[in-house]
């Protein structure tokens, strides 16, 4: 009698697909708040970028290089933003679906599996993260922060920060136990960013914490996109494109052994 | 009926569920065949929900075999729950979306193609009788609403085994008879459906089969007329003392003894169990006991169930 | 007020009173989560800009003081709207939820809508700020920021920035339907504010259209006073003028939070 369209299944994506069309049906109606997600960033970008910056005027890149502040910053907080959209949504977001909205309890019930739903939320996750960075991006165009056409590349290079720390932010959302932890979450992630080479070079700071930054998963994210945008390319990007891939593939693997023991009780 | 009755569906044997050191189900036994009704009994805290999950291939069981439509769940799971229909105890809808949405969203998670979805959601929304509400949120429904939705919901992937977990709780008389009308279809059409409940006249009404349970095990099982007659006499009087308290009751019900088969006192009444309700009314008068009221009536499934999982099994059996 | 009648209806400040004491028991168990977004966040602030990219900036782009000087009052003032972003947005909204209101709660008792409002500002305009504030003024003073003992008045002018921006924000988020809405109080009225006040840059940089903005941010009043506490700066305004401003903001607010607080929980 119902044998339902079973040919569905055997494509891999087509169940993250249906967890995704959830996503925006429920989130249609508030596209505004969707749209306006990349506002934030575009505030830090005219606060630190524009306000600040008008201060402290041009500086010297370590390799002697001297440009506008407000261009040195803003790859920064563009990096940052990638992290910051994929990484709420596939901790904080996740989790409340989980913990508090129940969603997934009805989801489970059908044949969808745990990894199919996290599939779907970071294909979401990475959608929303990928519209702010492109809105964060023609701000920078607009503005005359890049350098050339080939910084456009900023916004794969972003989206693949994005999806470094979704993994992660799945393994957190099956990690957390209530709202003080995802407090916890945030306290660390502003540390790196306010100290991930952000406002400063990491050259400028005391011997000691050099190495913390380095450790940084976000200020390989920063150096990745500042390269890019600034037209800097070194062989150091390699190193920094190898460490993303390391957390991806980390997260993601603790993630998908972690979550079917949280979702099914 | 249209299909093979003798086809077992569900085939569970020694299932446990163990959270921590809690074991939630301790070992139970069951099949279910196509095209009946079986029903889950028990207390608060028995384990039926439980087990429902379990069958429903969302909770591993942490002990013995369970085998659905000839799959494993362990690892056909996503293939077994795209023929099954579940209404859990807790709705589990999306506040999120509007009432049409929460079908035609979730008929894509059995990758039903959108227009079959909107045009089942439309038929089932009308059968649960919320098409008038069909653009409002979840949250702005009362709750026997946001249950029916839920049961509309199970139906939308036309499954082969519907688990209905308390379906009819917190709906008015209306939605429920109306409810048991369509289970009732739905079995004519070789739908199986597993059933739990606290009202026995649902359980009567409803189920060829049904299993007791009591802490976590199955302590009796067999049709409403069979456990029935199994676990209690044919007739019932009922004795009622206005005003009376409740350990005076337990004074009276010792005096009658030798009356009826057996004598029980619950906090507002005292029941007799007996096989002729007549002469147990006849013998009662003699002993001059004096109720404000004498009802004889037949056993209902509701006297099993007392006797059964009360306070009277430990007492009597014990 | 008698003994007896005391219980049964409370005068307006013991009501609040009780009202605030229920926040009192919920901060016992969630403070040292606030302690990042209070104490810490701030720390990390004055290290990262006001110590790193201070050390970019000369002192006659902050009229002749460091720029850690410059920002130090700011982030006095801008750690009360920050915990505002805890205290006045979820709080509020949740406050009238069927799942464990707490307004709903105190609406079945002899407390009046106002004595829940004036309970919850109270705590959120007096204890907060007076608490949280003072501890970061006082880690501030080990960067050494300060020209005078007159400093200590940027805790009060913290204080101020609250009262003012506080009923607001109780009265947007009491007249809330939808949760995701609550993201748009921090990405429309928080962060602006934090950001766009005067705290980390003069706020006669920005564009001059925006201009009347930054006047109606509490923040900018409540920088400037405190600036002028700890670093003896001259205010853009009259410091009278600052704080009759704070005061039309903080009663107005207040009207507004009464009325809607009293709409939603009249049944
Ligand atoms: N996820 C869980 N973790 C720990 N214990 C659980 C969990 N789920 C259920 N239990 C426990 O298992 C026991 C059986 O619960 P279950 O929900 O199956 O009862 P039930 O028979 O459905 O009761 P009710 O009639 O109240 O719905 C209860 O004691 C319950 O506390
Ligand atoms: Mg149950």
């Known amino acids: 009698m119902s044998v339902i369209a079973y040919g569905l299944f055997r494509t891999r994506l087509g169940p993250s697909r249906a967890m995704l ?54 790859p920064a907080i563009l990096a940052n933003a990638a992290m910051m959209g994929t990484l709420l949504e596939t901790s904080i977001n996740v989790f409340a679906k989980f913990k508090w909205m129940k969603v997934y309890d009805g989801v489970l019930a059908t044949p969808m599996r745990p990894w199919d739903i996290a599939l779907g939320e970071v294909w979401w996750a990475l959608i929303r993260g990928g519209v702010y960075v492109a809105m964060f991006v023609i701000a920078m165009g607009a503005f005359g922060l890049l350098e050339s056409v080939w910084s456009v590349l900023a916004v794969p290079a972003a989206v693949f920060i994005g999806l470094a720390f979704s993994g992660i932010g799945l393994t957190l959302a099956t990690v957390f136990r209530n709202w003080p932890d995802f407090d916890w979450m945030m306290a660390i992630v502003f540390a790196m960013f306010l100290f991930g080479g952000t406002f400063t070079p990491v050259e400028s700071y005391p011997g000691f914490a050099q190495p913390l930054v380095y450790a940084m998963p976000l200020y390989h994210g920063i150096e990745l996109v500042r390269g890019i945008s600034l037209g800097e390319l070194g062989p150091m990007m390699a190193v920094n494109v190898l460490y993303l891939c390391a957390l991806a593939l980390a997260g993601t693997w603790i993630a998908q052994r972690r979550l079917a023991k949280a979702l099914y009780k | 009926m249209p299909v093979d009755e003798n086809e077992i569906l569900v085939r569970a044997h020694g299932l446990r569920k163990r959270y921590g050191d809690f074991e939630a189900v301790r070992g139970v036994d069951f099949e279910i065949r196509r095209g009946e009704a079986f029903g889950f009994l028990g207390a608060n805290g028995a384990g039926k929900s439980t087990t429902m999950r379990m069958i429903g291939c969302v909770s591993e069981p942490s002990d013995g075999a369970l085998d659905l439509f000839g799959l494993d769940p ?12 579940v209404v859990p105890q807790d709705n589990t809808l999306d506040n999120m979306l509007t009432v049409f949405e929460n079908l035609t969203v979730y008929a894509g998670y059995f990758g039903i193609k959108r227009r079959t979805a909107a045009r089942r959601a439309a038929e089932l929304l009308e059968f649960v009788q919320l098409t008038a509400r069909s653009r409002d949120k979840v949250d702005d429904l009362s709750g026997g609403m946001q249950r029916r939705l839920a049961i509309a919901r199970s139906l939308i992937n036309e499954p082969d085994l519907a688990l209905l977990d308390e379906p009819t709780t917190g709906l008015d008389p209306q939605a429920r008879h109306l409810l048991w009308e369509r289970l009732f279809q739905l079995k004519q059409r070789g739908v199986s459906i597993v059933l739990t409940t606290h009202y026995m006249d649902e359980a009567e009404q409803l189920c060829d089969r049904l299993v007791i349970m009591d802490e976590g095990r199955i302590i009796a099982s067999g049709s409403p007329r069979e456990l029935i007659d199994t676990h209690v006499t044919k007739e019932v009087v009922e004795l009622r003392y206005g005003g009376l308290h409740t350990t005076d009751l337990a004074d009276i019900a010792r005096t009658l003894d030798g009356i009826g088969s057996q004598v029980e006192a619950l906090p507002d009444r005292i029941l007799v169990y007996t096989d002729d309700g007549d002469d147990t009314t006849a013998a009662l008068e003699a002993r001059d006991v004096s109720p404000t009221s004498v009802l004889a009536r037949r056993a209902t499934l509701e006297d099993v169930f007392l006797r059964l999982t009360g306070r009277a099994l430990g007492e009597d059996d014990g | 007020m008698s003994g007896t009648a005391a219980t049964a209806a409370p005068g307006p400040a013991a009501a609040a009173w009780r009202a605030f004491q229920l926040q009192l028991t919920l901060y016992r168990h969630t403070w040292h989560g606030t302690v990042f977004s209070s104490v810490v966040l701030p720390l990390l602030y004055m290290i990262s800009i006001g110590i790193g990219v201070g050390s970019y900036i000369e002192s006659g782009a902050t009229g002749g003081i460091t720029y850690a000087e410059f920002i130090a009052p700011g982030l006095v003032c801008a750690v009360a709207v920050m915990m505002l972003g805890g205290d006045m947005v979820y709080p509020v909204f949740g406050g009238y939820k069927e799942w464990g209101g707490a307004y709903l709660a105190q609406r079945a008792t002899p407390l009046r809508p106002v004595d829940i409002l004036n309970g919850h500002l109270l705590y959120a305009v007096a204890f907060r700020p007076l608490t949280a504030c003072t501890v970061v003024a006082l880690v501030l003073a080990g960067f050494g920021v300060y020209t005078s003992a007159w400093a200590a008045l940027a805790v009060p002018a913290a204080a101020a920035v609250s009262a003012a921006f506080a009923p607001w924000l109780f009265a947007w988020c009491s007249s809330l339907k939808n949760d995701a809405m609550l993201n748009a109080v921090f990405r429309f009225a928080i962060m602006p504010v934090m950001l766009f006040s005067g705290v980390f840059f003069p706020a006669e940089q920005m564009p001059g259209f925006l201009q009347p903005l930054v006047w109606a941010s509490p923040l900018w009043h409540g920088t400037e006073l405190a600036r002028a506490a700890t670093a003896g700066f001259g205010t853009a305004l009259p410091p009278a003028a600052h704080l009759a401003y704070l005061a039309v903001l903080a009663v107005g607010g207040w009207l507004a939070a009464r009325r809607v607080i009293v709409r939603r929980l009249s049944f």
């Open chain 1, 21 to 74: 069309s959830r996503n925006w049906v429920a989130m249609r109606r508030a596209w505004v708040l969707v749209a306006s997600g990349g506002v934030e960033s575009l505030l830090f970008l005219f606060a630190f970028g524009f306000g600040v910056g008008a201060l402290v005027g041009d500086i010297t890149l370590p390799g002697g290089r001297t440009i506008s502040y407000t261009a040195y910053v803003a």
């Open chain 2, 74 to 85: 362990h690892t056909d799971g996503p293939a077994i729950r795209a023929r099954l229909g």
